[in-house]
């Protein structure tokens, strides 16, 4: 990877460190070439072919299937799932909306890890 462009996120170090295993039994932290706060214009960069990103399963799989963007180091790569947060404000009682919300997003959620 050191002789490629990097494609990272300019803000928290912890977005820059990908799950490709190191001989030392760490994940790889990565220096980005090109940075960005943005998952989606990571997303532009590597299909304009600027470099190598980064990219959560939900937001490259359509691009993969399609050709657009391909896995590298895929026998390096191992699985790593991170909390999402559903923030909003909590009064006494959630409002139906709220609920029907979060409801929708768990399903969604347990769908994709059927996948």
């Known amino acids: 990877?050191?002789?490629?462009?990097?494609?990272g996120f300019?803000?928290?170090?912890?977005?820059?460190?990908?799950?490709v295993w190191q001989s030392e039994g760490e994940f790889l932290q990565i220096k980005p070439t090109l940075s960005a706060s943005s998952?989606?214009?990571?997303?532009?960069?590597?299909?304009?072919g600027q470099g190598i990103a980064r990219l959560s399963d939900f937001v490259s799989r359509?691009?993969?299937?399609?050709?657009?963007?391909?896995?590298v180091l895929e026998q390096e790569t191992r699985e790593w799932r991170l909390p999402i947060h559903a923030v909003y404000y909590?009064?006494?009682?959630?409002?139906?909306?709220?609920?029907?919300?979060?409801d929708?997003?768990?399903?969604?959620?347990?769908?994709?890890?059927?996948?």
Do not use: M, Y
């Not at 998952?39 to 304009?48: H, K, V």
């Not at 929708?104 to 996948?115: A, G």
């Open 10 to 19: 300019s803000q928290l170090d912890a977005h820059n460190v990908w799950p």
């Open 90 to 102: 909590r009064n006494q009682s959630l409002t139906s909306r709220i609920t029907c919300f979060l």
């Open 39 to 48: 998952g989606e214009t990571l997303r532009q960069l590597a299909l304009a």
């Open 62 to 71: 359509k691009d993969r299937e399609r050709g657009d963007l391909v896995q």
């Open 104 to 115: 929708f997003l768990r399903e969604k959620i347990e769908q994709d890890r059927l996948l």
């Open 1 to 7: 990877l050191a002789a490629h462009q990097l494609l």
